[in-house]
């Protein structure tokens, strides 16, 4: 019996935080778009899985704990100050907010409501 309550209680703290969970600054149509121009303009550094190659990793413990808490801005800003290496800024926000987007997905941030640009990149990158 009291194994059921404990598991019962889990369950609803579990359920509880992700309903509390933010979403992201971006749509799921946004990211969705990014992972075609990733593909196109970051994939052959980075990889299209994104575990990095020539380029860093895009996803795991080491890129969440190096922007966590920190605002989605400052990782958008990184990648058009930096990237491509061989053009850096170089990238338009028609490509940028998708790109990132896609970045942010496939790092277990959800999508929201409202599409990612640099207005609404104030929001913190998830911890």
């Not at 889990?10 to 935080?17: E, I, M, R, S, W």
């Not at 990132?100 to 640099?118: C, F, H, M, Q, R």
Request: glycine letters at 10%; aromatic letters at 8%; charged letters at 20%.
């Amino acid at each position: 019996m009291k194994r059921r309550a404990l598991l019962s209680g889990l369950f609803y703290v579990a359920l509880a935080g992700s309903a509390l969970a933010e979403p992201g600054p971006f749509t799921d149509q946004q990211a969705n778009d990014g992972k075609t121009k990733f593909n196109n303009q970051c994939a052959t550094c980075h990889r299209p899985n994104l575990e990095g190659g020539q380029g860093p990793a895009l996803t795991g413990d080491a890129f969440k704990q190096k922007w966590a808490g920190k605002p989605v801005a400052e990782l958008r800003d990184y990648i058009h100050k930096t990237m491509p290496p061989t053009a850096p800024g170089s990238l338009t926000d028609d490509q940028l907010d998708p790109i990132t987007a896609y970045i942010l997905s496939k790092n277990g941030v959800e999508p929201g409501d409202a599409p990612l640009s640099a207005g609404s990149a104030s929001a913190p990158f998830p911890k």
